[in-house]
């Protein structure tokens, strides 16, 4: 089949890449000249393991094409895909500008039946919204083409992504048109052999759909980040806790993990859009409400831990926090919505300095950095350590941050010889707290009981 991907995003490009690897023959458009350049000269413009090779053998085997022309994208297409980001609006919605403008360019160049896909998270109603500016663009040019729209969520994860994509849990359509969730289904198969993966629906079930696995996730976050705070006071451990809960098959162990928020470019836009689509139609979902106020609260509590270590704002003044770990999780060098961010900023409010490792993100860390504080105050009060032993160097305490893989043994004697204050504060819960009692550190973690 003949398929464009337009939006050279995470979904897109991986979106693109893995339809190639099958067979199909893909073209991914980006209205980004420069990402574009970049893809055709063999870069990738974001990190996500084994994307580079997936997209380097599928171009070199002809089957993935890039292209910032429209034209190219809409000619002989199958199937476009509109993989384009949905960003926040300042009220919390989804920003629909870059899909319709995306739905008006394929109007104004159709020629043969095609099925468009809406693959980006977008508000329920929304595949109504892209029919109807396709059509007014065809009205335009007294053409009659015909098409359909459906809806088509994607639930990989950054960092996983090729493996999700690959061996999807399920495959959601939502299609009002039977023709077009046949060649959906087609499209797909390769992709559901074994067991059938695919479940069909109407579309805005589909486009719910989508929404409900994110606030699902995000609360379930939210619940355990709230019952791990609970733990401290009463003197129980979030990690004992959570893994009696998840051998219930009915609550199973995966996304139980109390840390320092949920982040990325999914969770905490979802959580807001939904609760906007809701009040647009006149419904308040408090639940949700209540999952992105505990999250937005969560990220603050390993800043209030060591306000409480340092007695005090002001005991932070001057010292040197070692970060380990920025990104939002490990495996990607997202820092959209990153916890690191908020503390970071709360430690540059109270006067002190950062120095942090992390294995892939520094670079995009510091640009964020850069734009959120200005390069002054970066180049002032913030290092990027080249290793995570660098980061320790004069450092008064160590807070884990992102849990990266090459944290997850470290050196505990060596920890304790380098930290002034022989602290560390582990906002993912990865330590044994017994282990660096053993090792003469102080240990918070996040709901943690303290070792005897
Ligand atoms: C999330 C969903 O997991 C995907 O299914 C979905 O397709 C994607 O959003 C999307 O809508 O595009 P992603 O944002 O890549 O994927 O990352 P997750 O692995 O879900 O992690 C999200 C955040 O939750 C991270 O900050 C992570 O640290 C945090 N988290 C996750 C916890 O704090 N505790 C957990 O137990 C799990």
Same mark, same amino acid.
């Given at each position: 089949?003949?398929?464009?991907?337009?939006?050279?995003?995470?979904?897109?490009?991986?979106?693109?890449?893995?339809?190639?690897?099958?067979?199909?023959?893909?073209?991914?458009?980006?209205?980004?000249?420069?990402?574009?350049?970049?893809?055709?000269?063999?870069?990738?413009?974001?990190?996500?393991?084994?994307?580079?090779?997936?997209?380097?053998?599928?171009?070199?085997?002809?089957?993935?094409?890039?292209?910032?022309?429209?034209?190219?994208? *809409?000619?002989?297409?199958?199937?476009?895909?509109?993989?384009?980001?949905?960003?926040?609006?300042?009220?919390?919605?989804?920003?629909?500008?870059?899909?319709?403008?995306?739905?008006?360019?394929?109007?104004?160049?159709?020629?043969?039946?095609?099925?468009?896909?809406?693959?980006?998270?977008?508000?329920?109603?929304? $595949?109504?919204? *892209?029919?109807?500016?396709?059509?007014?663009?065809?009205?335009?040019?007294?053409?009659?083409?015909?098409?359909?729209?459906?809806?088509?969520?994607?639930?990989?994860?950054?960092?996983?992504?090729?493996?999700?994509?690959?061996?999807?849990?399920?495959?959601?359509?939502?299609?009002?048109?039977?023709?077009?969730?046949?060649?959906?289904?087609?499209?797909?198969?390769?992709?559901?052999?074994?067991?059938?993966?695919?479940?069909?629906?109407? *579309?805005?079930?589909?486009?719910?759909?989508?929404?409900?696995?994110?606030?699902?996730?995000?609360?379930?976050?939210?619940?355990?980040?709230?019952?791990?705070?609970?733990?401290?006071?009463?003197? %129980?451990?979030?990690?004992?806790?959570?893994?009696?809960?998840?051998?219930?098959?009915?609550?199973?162990?995966?996304?139980?993990? %109390?840390?320092?928020?949920?982040?990325?470019?999914?969770?905490?836009?979802?959580?807001?859009?939904?609760?906007?689509?809701?009040?647009?139609?006149?419904?308040?979902?408090?639940?949700?409400?209540?999952?992105?106020?505990?999250?937005?609260?969560?990220?603050?509590?390993?800043?209030?831990?060591?306000?409480?270590?340092?007695?005090?704002?002001?005991?932070?003044?001057?010292?040197?926090?070692?970060?380990?770990?920025?990104?939002?999780?490990?495996?990607?060098?997202?820092?959209?919505?990153?916890?690191?961010?908020?503390?970071?900023?709360?430690?540059?409010?109270?006067? $002190?300095?950062?120095?942090?490792?992390?294995?892939?993100?520094?670079?995009?860390?510091?640009?964020?950095?850069?734009?959120?504080?200005?390069?002054?105050?970066?180049?002032?009060?913030? %290092?990027?350590?080249?290793?995570?032993?660098?980061?320790?160097?004069?450092?008064?305490?160590?807070?884990?941050?992102?849990?990266?893989?090459?944290?997850?043994?470290?050196?505990?004697?060596?920890?304790?010889?380098?930290?002034?204050?022989?602290?560390?504060?582990?906002?993912?819960?990865?330590?044994?707290?017994?282990?660096?009692?053993?090792?003469?550190?102080?240990?918070?973690?996040?709901?943690?009981?303290?070792?005897?």
């Amino acid at each position: 089949m003949n398929i464009s991907v337009i939006g050279t995003g995470y979904v897109g490009l991986v979106s693109g890449a893995c339809f190639a690897e099958v067979g199909n023959t893909v073209l991914c458009l980006d209205v980004d000249r420069r990402k574009i350049a970049m893809l055709e000269a063999g870069a990738i413009p974001i990190h996500e393991p084994g994307l580079d090779s997936l997209v380097q053998r599928n171009a070199e085997a002809g089957r993935l094409l890039f292209s910032s022309d429209y034209d190219d994208a *809409v000619a002989d297409a199958d199937i476009i895909f509109l993989a384009v980001g949905t960003p926040p609006d300042e009220d919390g919605s989804a920003d629909l500008t870059h899909i319709l403008s995306a739905a008006r360019s394929i109007g104004q160049r159709l020629v043969k039946p095609a099925v468009i896909v809406d693959k980006s998270t977008v508000p329920v109603g929304t $595949a109504d919204k *892209v029919r109807a500016a396709i059509a007014a663009e065809l009205a335009r040019r007294g053409v009659e083409v015909a098409f359909s729209v459906v809806s088509n969520p994607e639930f990989l994860k950054e960092g996983a992504a090729i493996e999700d994509f690959m061996r999807p849990d399920r495959i959601v359509v939502g299609s009002d048109d039977p023709d077009a969730a046949q060649q959906m289904r087609k499209l797909y198969a390769p992709f559901s052999r074994n067991h059938e993966k695919f479940v069909e629906m109407d *579309v805005r079930s589909a486009e719910l759909t989508k929404y409900a696995a994110n606030a699902m996730l995000a609360t379930r976050i939210s619940f355990m980040n709230e019952l791990a705070n609970l733990s401290e006071v009463l003197g %129980a451990d979030i990690e004992a806790v959570r893994l009696g809960i998840g051998m219930d098959p009915r609550i199973g162990p995966d996304f139980l993990y %109390a840390g320092m928020g949920y982040g990325g470019s999914c969770f905490p836009k979802d959580v807001k859009a939904l609760v906007k689509t809701a009040s647009d139609n006149g419904q308040h979902l408090h639940l949700l409400s209540a999952t992105d106020m505990v999250n937005d609260a969560q990220k603050n509590v390993l800043f209030s831990k060591l306000v409480r270590f340092f007695g005090g704002v002001e005991g932070l003044h001057g010292k040197n926090i070692a970060l380990w770990g920025l990104s939002f999780k490990p495996d990607t060098d997202d820092m959209r919505e990153a916890p690191s961010r908020i503390l970071i900023r709360a430690l540059f409010a109270a006067g $002190a300095r950062v120095t942090a490792y992390d294995p892939v993100a520094a670079g995009e860390a510091r640009r964020v950095l850069a734009a959120e504080h200005g390069e002054r105050l970066c180049d002032e009060r913030l %290092a990027l350590a080249p290793s995570a032993h660098a980061a320790l160097e004069g450092a008064d305490v160590l807070v884990l941050v992102t849990e990266w893989k090459e944290f997850r043994a470290p050196d505990l004697p060596l920890l304790a010889a380098s930290l002034r204050h022989k602290a560390v504060f582990d906002g993912r819960n990865l330590y044994d707290p017994a282990a660096f009692a053993a090792a003469g550190l102080v240990y918070e973690g996040i709901g943690r009981r303290a070792a005897a």
